[in-house]
């Protein structure tokens, strides 16, 4: 069965310092891995993907994730936090072939940026 | 409205009821996705919309829950006989699976059940 983990419950940084965000995937074949960020009282805003191709991608408001097969990881990445960035991050997987059907989401992390 | 937009935005009902929740999808995007989030569960798939026909209604809780989707745009969520474990953020998501891109959410319903 397909599915995704978030090890962790909550990420604090502070700001300007540099925040993972980690995310595991378990699924058969080739992987359709996204990220979305949730504020309060918001629905989820798509953040970036990988499809294939180069394992580094870059997303909105200056994330970027990194791919890794061997690892099975996909975990998210910023240079420099900011305060903006406090929010609750979901990592998925798309379960259909190709970019079709539902996602999987991992439980969802929240990130604390600290000023 | 360039985005998703789900109405109505919060909805309070009494045990027992039946309810109705909308959404309205991005313009042209042939699939459509109805989720649940919730403290307890996170967020939980439901149903998957292609055009008017569902594909995948394996997240459906029960025979209390359906949806339809008509003219392949607009989708109605049914709830009927509510119960308390109803309560939830109902979000719906609809995409242009061509484009590789990803899902496009709306705002959700806040549903409440006394």
């Known amino acids: 069965a397909q599915s995704v983990a978030q090890p962790e419950d909550q990420v604090n940084v502070a700001e300007g310092n540099p925040l993972t965000v980690k995310c595991t995937y378990s699924?058969?074949?080739?992987?359709?891995l996204f990220w979305y960020v949730q504020y309060p009282n918001r629905g989820l805003q798509f953040l970036l993907k990988?499809?294939?191709?180069?394992?580094l991608v870059k997303g909105s408001y200056g994330f970027e994730a990194e791919f890794n097969k061997s690892q099975t990881s996909f975990h998210l990445k910023k240079p420099s936090a900011l305060v903006s960035d406090s929010a609750l991050y979901f990592c998925?997987?798309?379960?259909?072939?190709?970019?079709?059907?539902?996602?999987?989401f991992g439980q969802g992390t929240t990130l604390q940026v600290k000023p | 409205g360039a985005g998703v937009s789900q109405s109505p935005s919060n909805k309070v009902t009494e045990k027992g009821k039946d309810v109705e929740l909308r959404c309205d999808p991005i313009?042209?995007?042939?699939?459509l996705y109805w989720y649940r989030q919730s403290l307890g569960q996170g967020l939980e798939f439901l149903i998957y919309?292609?055009?008017?026909?569902?594909?995948?209604k394996s997240g459906l809780p029960s025979d209390r829950f359906s949806a339809e989707r008509t003219g392949g745009s607009v989708s109605t969520l049914t709830i009927q006989r509510t119960q308390q474990e109803d309560s939830a953020v109902y979000l719906c998501?609809?995409?242009?699976?061509?484009?590789?891109?990803?899902?496009?959410f709306g705002p959700g319903t806040r549903l409440t059940v006394l």
């Open positions: 998501a609809s995409s242009f699976p061509l484009t590789s891109g990803g899902d496009y």
């Open positions: 699924v058969s074949g080739n992987p359709y």
């Open positions: 990988y499809i294939t191709g180069d394992n």
């Open positions: 998925a997987v798309r379960s259909g072939s190709g970019n079709t059907g539902k996602l999987i």
């Open positions: 313009s042209g995007h042939t699939a």
């Open positions: 919309f292609q055009g008017n026909s569902a594909p995948d």
